[in-house]
């Protein structure tokens, strides 16, 4: 096992393109942590540094204090989980399990018992002598995670390695993967751009945007206090609302009532355990934010208590377990500068509601909003108002 630092690292592209910017990361002994963000967003660039396969512009990577920037791969003692299985076609499994192995000159009764092992571990057991060919996909995966466990490496190195397998599989096999992280206890970095790939599998999660670090936290830290509007809008499915607001204080002039959040007709009051942990909020009072609301958090009001908002129905989708209701807020939603083509988020958001909701498309119902989840943002910059 091993631990891997990421100081200041940099790639930049000889045509000028910046691939990853100024990447702080530590990844502790036996921590599975994700890479995740939207295809480009320097991800896969940041592995493939970390596995010695794309030099570093500036900046250091080590492993276990040890600086590699000028190891070469094969000395890392790393083994990589690619997307595309990349197995011999002609080898059976065991030979493709045993072949790192034959080419470091192992003993063969070690290559047996490790390949043994890695078999029973990954229940590829039966299909030993079988070609690729003749496996289904999750098995062919199972055969590219057996190659690099009887590696025995210091670090596992994943790249999107569930991407060309079906829904129902990639449930399974991100299950499987999991416990067998947990098992092995050994250090391994997953990159996806399914964030909820991301969420069920990492010890903690980085979200990258344009080869910048956006946050990394624990999963549910990263969902609940996302720290700017691209974590906000990128984690959680579907997506939180974020809505142009205004934040004002509630009452008639020189009350001291607390603050509300007013978009297009509807006022919301602040609850005072959500201004306590904004101190923040003094400063924009008057002024233009954008406020978070996630679906989860937008509930039938006929079903659950909570402050009311008034929303014509525009779509409401079945779902079986739940039922998410689309509804025009009667203002602009926030959009970004890559999303302002975007028509549909300029005047709806969306609720995931109970599925004994009676709300209906084309009447206006009556919105009960969880409060205290509110998110607020700093328009300008983007990151969360909280201090």
């Known amino acids: 096992m091993a631990q891997i630092e990421l100081e200041s690292v940099t790639k930049e592209f000889p045509d000028g393109t910046t691939a990853v910017s100024s990447l702080d990361l530590a990844v502790g002994d036996g921590e599975l942590l994700v890479l995740v963000g939207p295809s480009g967003c320097g991800k896969t660039t940041a592995l493939r540094m970390v596995a010695g396969l794309e030099d570093v512009t500036s900046g250091t990577i080590s492993i276990d204090g040890r600086p590699v920037n000028d190891v070469e791969p094969r000395h890392r003692d790393i083994a990589m989980v690619f ?35 890695a078999a029973r571990i990954l229940e590829l057991e039966p299909y030993l002598q079988r070609k690729p060919r003749q496996l289904s996909g999750g098995q062919r995966q199972r055969v590219a995670m057996g190659r690099a466990i009887v590696r025995q490496p210091r670090a596992f190195l994943m790249d999107e390695p569930l991407s060309n397998l079906d829904a129902k599989l990639r449930v399974q096999m ?39 670090l956006q946050q990394v936290a624990a999963p549910q830290e990263l969902y609940r206090r996302p720290a700017n509007l691209f974590v906000a809008g990128f984690i959680g499915s579907p997506p939180m609302n974020l809505i142009d607001a205004r934040l004002e204080r509630g009452g008639a002039a020189g009350d001291d009532a607390g603050p509300v959040v007013v978009f297009g007709p509807h006022r919301l009051a602040i609850p005072p355990e959500v201004v306590a942990a904004h101190p923040a909020f003094e400063r924009y009072l008057g002024e233009a934010i954008v406020l978070g609301i996630r679906p989860e958090h937008l509930h039938d009001a006929a079903i659950a208590g909570g402050p009311v908002i008034k929303l014509p129905v525009r779509l409401r989708e079945e779902l079986g377990s739940e039922v998410q209701v689309h509804g025009a807020i009667g203002t602009a939603a926030h959009v970004s500068a890559d999303a302002a083509d975007d028509l549909r988020s300029l005047a709806t958001i969306v609720a995931r509601m109970d599925p004994r909701t009676k709300i209906a498309e084309g009447e206006t119902a009556e919105i009960a909003v969880d409060t205290a989840e509110l998110q607020f943002f700093d328009p300008a910059s983007g990151d969360s108002i909280l201090a």
Not at 94 to 114: G, H, P, T, V, W
Not at 177 to 199: C, F, K, N, P, W
């Open 174 to 212: 991100r299950a499987e993967i999991a416990q067998l992280q947990r098992s092995l206890g050994t250090t391994t970095i997953y990159v996806t751009h399914d964030q909820t790939e991301a969420m069920t599998l990492g010890t903690r999660v980085a979200v990258i945007s344009g080869g910048v």
């Open 83 to 117: 997307q595309s299985y990349a197995l011999y076609p002609h080898l059976s499994v065991y030979d493709n399990m045993a072949f790192s192995l034959k080419y470091r000159r192992a003993a063969k009764a070690e290559i047996r018992q490790r390949v043994a092992e």
